[in-house]
């Protein structure tokens, strides 16, 4: 059995190197068991013990995926949150570290044209952050580049018309 994230590098794997290099997480749906998540309050600089950082693992239990969220990259792996439910439906969730699938995982991917992520170490949170990297020239604008601009643009008129309609 994969776990999900071999599931996600395999996508991403599948398309050239030129046309992507990073991938981000538009939604999922399916099950997982033996999963293991890094819970909330985690920080790798506190002076504390840090004892609310838990690494914990959900040996043989199984869980539907509830919502999914991260990016994935060619060179730093991944950065996932999750939440999962159980059999009672009870939900936990935080930083997906692994999990194996268990009938399905039905991982949409997106892509974002001439960008890549990178993870670059942030000594104030002694983790890899995330930087987004322009790939293409920033005087190139491609026709994407239009068209969101127009669509963010019909957004902000709908959501006005919208607004001024309510008062």
């Avoid at 991938?23 to 999963?35: E, K, M, W």
């Avoid at 013990?49 to 838990?54: A, P, T």
């Avoid at 920033?138 to 127009?150: G, H, L, P, Y």
Wanted: with cysteine; net charge negative; proline share 1%.
């Amino acid at each position: 059995m994969a776990s999900l994230k071999q599931v996600a590098s395999v996508m991403l794997g599948r398309i050239p190197r030129e046309q992507c290099g990073s991938a981000f997480v538009i939604t999922a749906v399916g099950s997982l068991q033996d999963v293991t998540l890094r819970l909330a309050n985690a920080s790798r600089t506190d002076e504390d013990n840090n004892e609310g950082n838990d690494i914990k693992r959900f040996s043989n239990k199984r869980f539907e995926i509830v919502s999914l969220t991260g990016t994935f990259s060619r060179e730093d792996g991944c950065h996932v949150h999750i939440s999962l439910a159980d059999a009672q439906g009870v939900a936990v969730g935080g930083h997906l570290i692994d999990g194996v699938v268990f009938t399905t995982c039905e991982l949409v991917l997106g892509t974002a044209d001439g960008v890549e992520f990178v993870r670059l170490m942030d000594d104030e949170t002694g983790y890899n952050e995330l930087e987004v990297r322009q790939l293409i020239p920033r005087t190139e604008e491609s026709k994407w580049s239009n068209v969101s601009k127009a669509v963010l643009a019909f957004a902000a008129i709908g959501f006005l018309a919208v607004r001024l309609r309510s008062r």
